[in-house]
């Protein structure tokens, strides 16, 4: 209990500190193309992986067809 007290009377300065970092961080501009490119590249991944299959499917069953 008394360990538990101590941990939370620590974090406060910890968590202002990063909630600054933080909002430092949102005010760059750097961070707002850093969060689009990694947005996109999650989004763009599977997009690509959706064509690939589709385009292999195709073939396939082309071949298949034939």
């Keep these: 209990m008394r ?4 941990a939370e009377r620590e974090s406060p300065p ?3 500190a990063g ?6 961080l949102v005010a760059s501009s750097d961070l707002d193309w850093g969060w689009i490119g990694f ?3 999650w989004l763009l ?3 690509l992986f959706f064509i690939a299959s589709l385009l292999f ?3 396939w069953l082309g071949c298949r067809h034939k």
Aim: glycine share 10%; no cysteine.
């Design 3 to 6: 360990f538990s007290l101590a």
């Design 14 to 16: 910890f968590s202002g």
């Design 19 to 24: 909630v600054t970092a933080m909002s430092t």
């Design 39 to 41: 947005v996109g590249l």
């Design 45 to 47: 991944i599977p997009l």
């Design 57 to 59: 499917f195709q073939r």
